[in-house]
Nanobody, 139 residues
Framework: QGHLVESGGGSVQAGGSLRLACAAS????????LAWFRQSPGKRREGVAS???????????????DSVKGRFTISIDNTKNTMNTVYLQMNDLKPEDTGTYYC?????????????????????????WGQGIQVVVSS
């Protein structure tokens, strides 16, 4: 298992933008599921964006929750096909986007990929999680 550290959260007014970053290190899997989850007040944790990435350059996704499609974009800084930083660009933010955002990573098994690396279906476990970062969107 590797190590993940998020950055880039904060407070913004509705309609604004934020970019979250997740610095990844220590992962040795051939193919990895990378995902952003959020935990909003009074709601269950949900997967908002994900993809999978292989050391040979293979990619799948991205997958997005319906609530963020067209507004959020997940991407990787993949210099030399190594997983360094995963980004979540969030545009046109809404108050309901408020919450704690977590990045997560684990081996891209068939089970995880079939569930969109945690975004298309619930019940996907990840072995590595970041510490979480707050996003507050005011109306």
């Amino acid at each position: 298992q590797g190590h993940l550290v998020e950055s880039g959260g904060g407070s913004v007014q509705a309609g604004g933008s934020l970019r979250l970053a997740c610095a990844a290190s220590g992962f040795t899997y051939a193919t990895v599921c990378l995902a952003w989850f959020r935990q909003s007040p009074g709601k269950r944790r949900e997967g908002v964006a994900s993809l999978y990435f292989g050391s040979d350059g293979r990619r799948g996704g991205p997958y997005y929750a319906d609530s963020v499609k067209g507004r959020f974009t997940i991407s990787i800084d993949n210099t030399k096909n190594t997983m360094n930083t995963v980004y979540l660009q969030m545009n046109d933010l809404k108050p309901e986007d408020t919450g704690t955002y977590y990045c997560a990573a684990d081996r891209a098994t068939i089970g995880r990929v079939n569930k969109g690396c945690g975004v298309l279906a619930e019940g996907v476990d990840f072995g590595s999680w970041g510490q979480g970062i707050q996003v507050v969107v005011s109306s």
